[in-house]
């Protein structure tokens, strides 16, 4: 039983997805509770299944009982497992916090709409798992097409927001499968640890460098990395307020881990392109990332917007940490994509909030919510010691230890890049504490309704987990050393 | 240089997809008309696909299904199976995204009553 728990983590939401039109068909109010019920269903699983993978090591499963290298497999190792545990808790906070806040005038669509959310969590778990390219592409558009349309649910803004980022999006999953295609051509597999074994006969081949970097720039389009960002702001922040955290937490992070994947887990992050080392490039790349994306933060008067500049940079700082080449660096970046995606999730949620009860949308509205909802301020300030990276919190042990990586591979130009950012980062929540403080708001200080129990809970959760994820940073460091480190490590 | 030169015409089919790929990359950028773009968004999507096509080609072979049971099987009389099953899930793909993209872009001519990117822009202002 315990080795099927991979595809029952992925049946769970599909399953509930394609039933979802047809059991809400006459009663729609039931669509959110069957949903955070399945989401819950699915957290279980998921630490049962990380249980399992710790106790009686990684699992393979491979579908239809055809053997790999010809069958598609799925690989439940440690990584995946603990991103797993986070990433079904995050989907159900979100799907929680979406109860009250969902767009009002959806009607008749909002059964779609959780169908599509629990599509979007079930191809999440494919791409975690996903020991196959071509499976890995199949997941990542599902997610992709998921997300395209929760974006433009709502219409206004979002349309156009939506469309650019299916513009773009598709020309990343275009690149990606071109990659594929030529690693497909050079090696005859697809199957990741098969072309792991055939690979290093073939490092000379151009074919593979260009299959390679075809493959980095399409996931590179989708993790928002810096020269492809300029779809995430827009689409974040006109996106419906209940789906800015899912997509947040979820959609970027998914494609970092499968860049992750393939770099260590096939190539052995030895490869070198006309003398220069793959890890260099990418630790270049998310230094850049790291600091332009923080100063962009800086620029932002929409807090929506900052803080999905904010995300960017972080994307960098998690690149920066898996490109040092020792599991210091390593466990670092992994810890700290775990700290961000629930950073994420936390900022979006309070600006959902905030704009949902106190009709905040910019900096110069956030005078009204230090009147009158400090609790609220009281959250941001538990998100900003994440962000910034102070020490009882997630994100301080993150960037330690992405510090510690990269001074143990003396690569001083990371340690640079992020305590950089850190600084930008800084500067940038000074901002809106001081918009906060000073009171100045223009405007008249209304409140749209009682604040629904559900977003004080997940506000509380998420704010509670980035506290958590610091005090208990130790004992997760130490699980990721010993069961999420590349087979190379 | 004329060598390489004449290495790129012996394989056309690349050349084909290069083409392809540039000119529906062409379109994405420098078209305002969102249905434009979407067309160039095909293109690029059906360039990778002939890739994928035109590099699982063989010539004198048939499909995978064995010709005789008695005889040993000879892989070179049969055509690699695998990158049409791909190219078939990637034009599901494809399809799934067009569809998603044509959506979008009847709900923004209702809303915007235009389909022009620089109309749209200056209406959002």
């Known amino acids: 039983m315990s080795h099927q728990l991979p595809a029952i983590l992925f049946l769970l939401p599909l399953f509930a997805a394609i039933s979802m039109p047809v059991v809400c068909l006459k009663h729609r109010h039931w669509s959110h509770p069957i949903s955070v019920v399945i989401l819950v269903a699915m957290v279980l699983v998921s630490i049962l299944n990380l249980y399992n993978v710790i ?17 598609i497999e799925w690989v439940a190792d440690g990584l995946a497992s603990v991103i797993l545990v986070l990433l079904s808790v995050l989907g159900l906070l979100g799907v929680v916090f979406t109860g009250p806040t969902s767009p009002k005038d959806l009607g008749g669509r909002i059964v779609h709409y959780y169908t599509l959310i629990l599509l979007l969590v079930s191809s999440v778990v494919g791409i975690v798992f996903a020991g196959d390219l071509f499976n890995l592409f199949v997941f990542l558009e ?3 097409i998921s997300s395209y349309a929760l974006i433009g649910v709502a219409g206004g803004r979002a349309l156009f927001a939506a469309f650019r980022y299916l513009i773009v999006g598709t020309l990343g999953a275009s690149l990606y499968l071109l990659g594929v295609s030529y690693l497909y051509a050079v090696t005859g597999t697809l199957n990741m640890s098969d072309m792991a074994d055939k690979l290093p006969l073939l490092l000379s081949s151009k074919a593979l460098v260009g299959g390679l970097l075809f493959m980095f720039i399409g996931l590179g389009i989708k993790m928002a990395l810096v020269p492809f960002h300029s779809w995430l702001p827009e689409a974040y922040t006109y996106a419906p307020d209940s789906i800015s955290p899912i997509l947040a937490s979820l959609v970027t992070k998914v494609a970092l881990l ?5 770099i260590y887990w096939i190539f052995n992050a030895s490869i070198i392109i006309n003398d220069i080392p793959i890890l260099l490039l990418v630790e270049v790349v998310g230094a850049l990332a790291a600091v332009i994306g923080a100063s962009l933060a800086l620029a932002q008067r929409d807090i929506k917007m900052m803080f999905a500049y904010g995300g960017i940079s972080h994307i960098g700082i998690i690149l920066i940490g898996i490109s040092q080449g020792n599991p210091t660096g390593f466990v670092g970046g992994v810890f700290y994509l775990l700290n961000d995606s629930v950073m994420q999730a936390a900022l979006f949620f309070l600006a959902g909030v905030a704009f949902f009860q106190y009709g905040v949308r910019t900096i110069d509205d956030l005078g009204r919510i230090g009147k009158q909802a400090p609790w609220l301020t009281g959250a941001l300030i538990v998100a900003a010691l994440g962000m910034i990276g102070l020490p009882p919190t997630g994100g301080f042990f993150g960037k330690w230890y ?16 992020v305590v950089l950012s850190t600084l930008l980062t800084l500067a940038y929540f000074v901002k809106l504490f001081e918009a906060i403080f000073r009171q100045t708001s223009t405007g008249s200080d209304i409140q749209f309704g009682v604040i629904p129990l559900s977003s004080k809970l ?3 959760v998420t704010s509670a987990a980035i506290m958590i994820l610091g005090l208990f940073s130790s004992p997760i460091i130490q699980l990721l050393l010993s069961h999420a480190l590349p087979p190379r490590f | 240089m004329v060598d390489a030169f004449f290495a790129v015409f012996q394989r056309p089919n690349f050349l084909t997809f290069v083409i392809i790929f540039m000119w529906g990359l062409y379109i994405m950028v420098t078209r305002y008309n969102l249905v434009k773009k979407l067309i160039g968004m095909y293109l690029v999507q059906t360039s990778v696909i002939f890739f994928l096509v035109s590099i699982s080609a063989k010539r004198g072979a048939t499909i995978p299904v064995l010709l005789s049971i008695t005889e040993p099987v000879q892989a070179a009389s049969y055509a690699n199976p695998l990158p049409h099953v791909l190219t078939l ?3 599901v793909v494809g399809v799934a995204t067009t569809g998603v993209g044509l959506a979008l872009c009847a709900a923004i001519y209702q809303k915007y009553g235009s389909l022009d990117e620089q109309e749209i822009l200056e209406k959002l202002e």
């Open chain 1, 55 to 71: 106790h009686h090591g990684e699992v393979q499963y491979v579908f239809g009982g055809w053997a790999v290298p010809l069958g």
């Open chain 1, 142 to 144: 599902v997610a992709a």
């Open chain 1, 258 to 262: 499968a860049w992750v994947r393939i």
């Open chain 1, 402 to 417: 992405i510090i510690l990586g990269a001074l143990e591979a003396s690569n001083y130009v990371s340690v640079v890049a």
């Open chain 1, 458 to 460: 997940t506000l509380g």
């Open chain 2, 89 to 91: 899930t990637a034009i």
